[in-house]
């Protein structure tokens, strides 16, 4: 209503043209206000329990997972066992995740994958991580990688088990050397406050995904950020929106 008026007055004569340039701005102001308040800025992975945007996707830990998928309302979260909680792991737990997963809220598994710095050993986070990988096959639902040191081997796993799912590796800051490699083999690549602008700028937009993980600084920054590495507009940056289904729950 308020861009018709607008444009309305900006087209009457009679306006003198110090108040048509006024108008014009104010015009634009409201196009892009417009644009930020209907363009989905997907927060593909955060700790913050709290978050207030309808596009983050909340990192939920497994023993509190149940009380909060009851009482949310319009919220999506992940699920999954980190590779630094993988001495932890009973099977009860894989057993209650893989329940958990089919919940509509859950729109994602993981965090989960291989760190080098986990106290587990690598066999026992790779069978964690198996478990997890057909958890996320069997669901439908694409997966949030966390990877620290062992990228050959991610690499090597996704070209021998061929997953119909997305892979995400969430939080990457490495090199575009390794950016290159891990794009090749069809992996999406997920950028946050901390970042490698190389990486950033070699990385496709349909590869790119955006996270606010454990810091504070609002996902719109972020993405405002990347927007400006890649010399595009915010807009451009929706390949998170196609990923998961963000279905009214
Ligand atoms: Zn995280």
């Given at each position: 209503m308020i861009i018709t008026i607008l444009l309305f007055l900006i087209k009457v004569r009679?306006?003198?043209?110090?108040?048509?340039?006024?108008?014009?701005?104010?015009?634009?102001?409201?196009?892009?206000?417009?644009?930020?308040?209907?363009?989905?800025?997907?927060?593909?992975h955060t700790h913050n329990i709290n978050s207030t945007n309808q596009y983050a996707i909340i990192n939920l830990k497994l023993n509190d997972a149940q009380d909060r998928l009851d009482l949310s309302k319009h919220e999506y979260f992940s699920i999954g066992i980190h590779p630094w909680d993988v001495h932890r792991v009973e099977s009860e737990m894989i057993q209650m995740l893989e329940k958990l997963a089919f919940n509509r809220k859950i729109i994602a598994i993981g965090e989960c994958g291989l760190d080098k710095y986990s106290v587990a050993t690598f066999e026992a986070q790779m069978e964690v991580f198996e478990k997890q990988i057909i958890i996320s096959e069997n669901t439908q639902k694409p997966i949030i990688v966390h990877c620290v040191?062992?990228?050959n081997e991610l690499i090597n796993l996704k070209?021998?088990?061929?997953?119909?799912?997305?892979?995400?590796?969430?939080?990457?800051r490495g090199k575009p050397e390794l950016a290159k490699q891990l794009i090749m083999s069809g992996f999406y690549i997920s950028y946050g406050e901390k970042l490698?602008?190389?990486s950033?700028?070699?990385?496709?937009?349909?590869?790119?995904?955006?996270?606010?993980?454990?810091?504070?600084?609002?996902i719109q920054e972020i993405y405002k950020n990347i927007a400006t590495i890649k010399f595009c507009n915010f807009q451009d940056l929706g390949t998170s929106s196609t990923l998961f289904e963000f279905n009214e729950c």
């Open positions: 009679k306006v003198s043209s110090f108040y048509r340039n006024l108008l014009l701005l104010f015009y634009i102001f409201n196009i892009q206000n417009q644009g930020m308040t209907m363009f989905k800025f997907v927060d593909i040191g062992y990228f070209k021998t088990l061929k997953p119909s799912q997305a892979w995400i590796i969430h939080g990457f490698n602008i190389q950033v700028k070699i990385t496709p937009l349909e590869n790119l995904c955006i996270e606010t993980d454990e810091s504070s600084v609002p």
